[in-house]
């Protein structure tokens, strides 16, 4: 059974920081894109931050420079370091893990969602 974990999120001061992580069970987690995702209230889920098997890292325009994905394989884990927060970051972070399968599918999973608001 894959189960993803996220842990981390809180009520932060504007220009305060987070670290968010999600620990992995019931995958080869190594082998995984790990993910990181946010949904504010009343928008779509929108993509963060993405780290590949070699720990290759991609980023959404909008966080670049204030947020840092990382990966620990041997703990199976994935963390997302937030600085700078503003009150647009207040969302629900989910933790994603997705393989390709070759032939047009992917396994794909999803965390259950850790909030994140940013507030004085």
């Known amino acids: 059974q894959v189960q993803l974990v996220e842990s981390g999120g809180g009520l932060v001061q504007p220009g305060g920081s987070l670290r968010l992580s999600c620990a992995a069970s019931?995958?080869?987690?190594?082998?995984?894109?790990m993910g990181w995702y946010r949904q504010a209230p009343g928008k779509q889920r929108e993509l963060v931050a993405t780290?590949?098997?070699?720990?290759?890292?991609n980023y959404a325009d909008s966080v670049k420079g204030r947020l840092t994905i990382s990966r620990d394989n041997a703990r199976r884990t994935v963390y997302l370091q937030i600085n700078s927060l503003k009150p647009e970051d207040t969302a629900i972070y989910y933790c994603?893990?997705?393989?390709?399968?070759?032939?047009?599918?992917?396994?794909?999973?999803w965390g259950q969602g850790t909030q994140v608001t940013v507030s004085s």
């Open positions: 994603n893990s997705k393989l390709w399968l070759g032939g047009g599918k992917w396994n794909e999973n």
């Open positions: 019931g995958i080869i987690f190594s082998a995984y894109v």
């Open positions: 780290i590949d098997s070699g720990g290759s890292s």
